[in-house]
């Protein structure tokens, strides 16, 4: 009798890892992904499910096969199960095996998220990125614009062309983040802190922030616009020299959060890079 419950949980446990796996698959679980770093994160979420399914499935297997055939009978009230003592090779097999699993999966998300924090061969855009209560701007060097700086409170990037986010707080700690991008840092009064984001797929996606940052977080809000770099290169030039209403331009310690004395050129830091 033990013997056919047995096969019978390992048969539907087989068939509930293999059902989760391809669940995990189906569904849409976030945005499309527009960087190059996305599908690298989006594999390593994948991974982490196909790794987690079969351990999850197994622990609820082993609870349900206990309770369905070691579960207390009528007449068994005072009865007592027979004493075990251990198991050395089995004590050893369950905490090498986790342990060994949990390095491999560790390592291999330090190589994701190395990768997606390196900085690629080639040359890169530098956008700053100012966040105060409740507002995002971005400023464009003259190394973009060709011309005088531009400043605006959405953000427009070029397709396949690697951007360094250099990112700013005018008070209060922020979170970065484009959704579609799969990263996100946050904006610290005082420091700077910098991101990195190969845009590869064309069109626009929210950007927000994920940090409470008092009564108007859920407003502080707006959208990243990924444009051909043909489109990008023409609208760069046309709003040289142009500030968008409300936007912070960078050229003081309030804006950028930099601390006291730190100059006006603070905020300037890391314009262009080759």
């Known amino acids: 009798m033990q013997r056919r419950a047995l096969l019978i949980t390992v048969v539907l446990s087989v068939l509930a890892v293999a059902a989760g796996i391809v669940l995990s698959y189906v569904i849409d679980w976030f945005p499309v992904a527009a960087t190059t770093q996305a599908h690298e994160t989006d594999t390593l979420y994948h991974v982490l499910v196909i790794a987690s399914v079969p351990i999850f499935v197994l622990v609820v297997a082993m609870i349900?096969?206990?309770?369905?055939?070691?579960?207390?009978?009528?007449?068994?009230?005072?009865?007592?199960?027979?004493?075990?003592?251990?198991?050395?090779?089995?004590?050893?097999?369950?905490?090498?095996?986790?342990?060994?699993?949990?390095?491999?999966?560790?390592?291999?998300?330090?190589?994701?998220?190395?990768n997606n924090e390196t900085r690629p061969k080639g040359p890169e855009i530098v956008v700053q990125v100012y966040a105060r209560q409740f507002q995002w701007s971005f400023k464009y060097p003259r190394s973009i614009t060709g011309g005088a700086p531009a400043s605006t409170t959405q953000l427009y990037l070029p397709n396949d062309e690697q951007v360094l986010f250099k990112i700013h707080s005018a008070d209060v700690i922020h979170g970065f983040w484009v959704p579609a991008f799969r990263v996100q840092i946050d904006a610290v009064p005082g420091i700077t802190t910098s991101l990195r984001a190969t845009p590869d797929r064309v069109g626009t996606y929210p950007l927000v922030c994920t940090v409470l940052c008092g009564a108007g977080h859920s407003l502080m809000r707006t959208t990243a616009t990924v444009m051909k770099p043909e489109a990008f290169q023409a609208w760069a030039r046309s709003h040289a020299g142009t500030t968008a209403a409300g936007a912070l331009t960078g050229t003081s310690g309030?804006?950028?959060?930099?601390?006291?004395?730190a100059g006006p050129g603070a905020g300037e830091a890391g314009e262009s890079a080759g």
């Open 64 to 114: 349900l096969y206990c309770v369905w055939q070691f579960r207390m009978r009528p007449g068994e009230e005072e009865k007592d199960g027979p004493p075990i003592h251990g198991h050395t090779g089995l004590e050893v097999l369950w905490t090498a095996v986790p342990a060994a699993l949990v390095v491999g999966l560790v390592s291999y998300s330090f190589v994701v998220l190395h």
């Open 254 to 261: 309030a804006e950028t959060g930099s601390p006291p004395g």
